[in-house]
């Protein structure tokens, strides 16, 4: 099979591994002279300084011997099947490199011949790149479950991040999705050592992703796993993929998880890692799960009236991030501004990047309330919500949220 053919399958193989990136668009030319992309393979992710670089990302090989029943490359399933040696990987990397499509790797695989052979391989590419090209830039590697901790040690040394798909909050959960997966030993443990390879390693950071929806978990069941996995075991970024069924795979049958869900647990982990929300203070509903229809922050904010109207001039940095509408940037710009200045009009949180159709019903500005009191219960800003142009729903969230694609 040709290089190119290779990465083409590869590469879309990999795209099922989430590293807070957008895949890159096709080109929207036939055949452009400059400026060309690629199919796949390439997509962009931000670094932990803020960087927005492209990433060369890609699967070492689809083969795999492991049965996860949501995965299309897995073992029962029949596929075109194709693999990269290190060696060629690692030169197919700096020509996209040397040309200026792609900033750094990362590098993921399925289970070929066998699993310290497959980890072996994913390590000997990074040492390539680094020791025989000195490529100094980005490098992500799959750590992949069950590998010896002596391999871990050796791809913490050399990768800027790796990461271990945890998949789904419990053993229970797991257990629906493989049974050739051992939670405790091969997950448990495995995040428990790149703890501590990454504390030996002060530039390296670990992270993890959840499969969303596939095992019949609940928002409240993924979340604590993942609070608790900041928390004990000093993880990075948690990341969540909503359940897209795979033909020929045994949950093909399964509707898809609704990509809303896969938001409102992205909005939820920003508001535990940024915000200073606790985990009891999620807005989970009675059957565990988070309202659709409402980002949590507002969940929250409709749920507690009793904590609102803040008064702008005099609300600490912790309760405006509390305030839908204000984010970290914006919370931090009004205590600056007040510190000389007394906040009285509404354009003046504008300036200060509040979104104010969200902000005014929580807020006084000098003891005066511009916002609306009927706003304040669930069903008439949910119908307000959906009044509003669906074309700034997303600039509304991600500034709200502080997510940033």
Excluded at 69 to 80: A, G, M
Excluded at 221 to 247: E, M
Excluded at 289 to 303: H, I, R, S, T, V
Aim: proline share 5%; hydrophobic share 35%; glycine share 8%.
């Amino acid at each position: 099979m040709e290089t190119l053919e290779k990465l083409k399958l590869l590469g879309e193989g990999a795209k099922y591994d989430i590293c807070a990136s957008t895949a890159a668009g096709g080109s929207k030319i036939k055949q452009p002279a400059l400026g060309r992309t690629r199919p796949s393979g390439v997509c962009h992710s931000f670094t932990p300084d803020g960087r927005c670089i492209s990433l060369f990302k890609v699967l070492l090989t689809n083969c795999c011997e492991k049965d996860c029943t949501y995965c299309p490359n897995r073992q029962e399933r029949d596929v075109p099947r194709a693999r990269f040696t290190s060696q060629e990987l690692a030169d197919l990397f700096m020509d996209f490199y040397r040309r200026n499509y792609v900033e750094g790797l990362f590098l993921s695989s399925g289970i070929w011949h066998s699993l310290d052979a497959t980890m072996q391989e994913i390590i000997q590419v990074a040492e390539i790149l680094r020791t025989k090209y000195r490529f100094g830039g980005y490098i992500h590697l799959k750590i992949l479950p069950g590998a010896r901790h002596s391999d871990i040690d050796v791809a913490a040394r050399l990768a800027d991040r790796i990461s271990l798909n945890i998949e789904a909050p419990s053993a229970e959960y797991l257990a629906r999705l493989s049974q050739r997966k051992n939670y405790n030993a091969d997950i448990i443990a495995g995040l428990r050592y790149i703890q501590r390879a990454a504390a030996a390693h002060k530039r390296v950071s670990h992270s993890t992703q959840y499969i969303v929806g596939a095992a019949g978990e609940t928002d409240k069941d993924i979340l604590g796993s993942s609070t608790g996995l900041y928390r004990d075991f000093g993880l990075k970024r948690a990341y969540y993929s909503a359940f897209q069924p795979v033909g020929g795979t045994p949950l093909s049958h399964l509707g898809p998880a609704p990509l809303i869900r896969e938001n409102r647990l992205y909005q939820s982990d920003f508001l535990l890692r940024l915000y200073g929300f606790t985990f009891a203070e999620l807005p989970f509903d009675a059957s565990g799960n988070l309202d659709q229809g409402l980002d949590p922050k507002m969940a929250f904010a409709l749920a507690n009236p009793q904590l609102y109207p803040v008064e702008i001039n005099k609300a600490s940095y912790q309760t405006l991030l509390r305030v839908p509408g204000i984010g970290p940037q914006s919370a931090q710009r009004i205590v600056r501004v007040r510190r000389e200045f007394k906040l009285t009009d509404p354009r003046e949180l504008k300036n200060a990047g509040v979104v104010l159709k969200r902000a005014l019903s929580f807020l006084t500005l000098d003891g005066r309330f511009f916002g609306s009191r009927t706003l304040l219960t669930k069903p008439q800003y949910r119908q307000y919500q959906q009044l509003s142009l669906w074309g700034d729903q997303r600039d509304l969230m991600l500034a709200d949220t502080g997510i940033h694609a």
